[in-house]
């Protein structure tokens, strides 16, 4: 439960990462968008939390040096644009044998499907950008466009329009409550949480979604095969 918090907790990232805590919150960006392996990553609440520890009253609380927010500003979503560019690369590359592998700890097939849903659902532009805002989805997203044959020259102007987009309003977002509320440092674990329940509100939603259609589907079906016999 211990490891659990600290991987959610942006706080523990940040005090991990130290004085590089710019460049560090940086490239787990990049990681996240453009390695398989980087879904895990509190992306949003990251974010956030860089925002808020781009200023000194709050950074000073934690014990840490305030991160550059004008560094952040133009680094994050650089990294954010690039992971992504990387991820579709491989999956254009690649194919579908980018996913041929068992479940394990760090990759699970679920996650594949539900980034090719939601491609589906929204149609490729919008599915770019949305999945800017649903963690996981994010991460999956990006090499299912490549996979997809979606356009190269597309995929990029909605990976940058969604990239700028998501980066710059968690950023700003977090500098702003970190200027205007007193001990905010007091609430960045629970704010964290909040933003994650909420970023996979909408996954959990469809999820409950395809198993009552799956459940309504189920006795239509035994029904068909009583008539057959």
């Not at 990294?79 to 991820?87: D, F, K, N």
């Not at 007091?186 to 329940?197: D, H, K, T, Y």
């Amino acid at each position: 439960m211990d490891v659990l918090l600290n991987l959610l907790d942006p706080k523990w990232w940040l005090s991990m990462l130290g004085a590089f805590a710019t460049i560090g919150v940086i490239a787990m960006i990049f990681a996240e968008t453009g390695l398989l392996v980087g879904f895990f990553l509190p992306g949003d609440s990251l974010l956030v939390c860089a925002g808020i520890f781009c200023t000194a009253s709050a950074a000073q609380a934690f014990g840490i040096p305030p991160l550059n927010l004008t560094a952040l500003l133009i680094g994050t979503p650089l990294a954010a644009i690039c992971g992504a560019q990387l991820g579709h690369y491989l999956g254009a590359k690649v194919g579908r044998k980018l996913f041929e592998r068992p479940d394990s700890r760090f990759f699970k097939q679920e996650h594949v499907r539900k980034a090719e849903y939601y491609f589906n659902k929204f149609g490729p532009a919008k599915a770019v950008i949305i999945a800017r805002f649903m963690p996981i989805v994010r991460t999956f997203m990006n090499p299912v466009a490549g996979v997809l044959e979606m356009d190269a020259r597309k995929f990029f102007v909605w990976n940058v329009a969604g990239g700028i987009l998501w980066v710059e309003s968690m950023v700003l977002l977090g500098y702003f409550l970190g200027s205007k509320v007193e001990n905010i440092d007091r609430f960045v674990l629970p704010g964290a949480i909040v933003i994650i329940i909420l970023s996979v509100l909408p996954i959990v939603r469809e999820v409950l979604k395809e198993r009552r259609a799956a459940r309504m589907a189920a006795p239509r079906g035994r029904h068909a095969r009583q008539r057959i016999q």
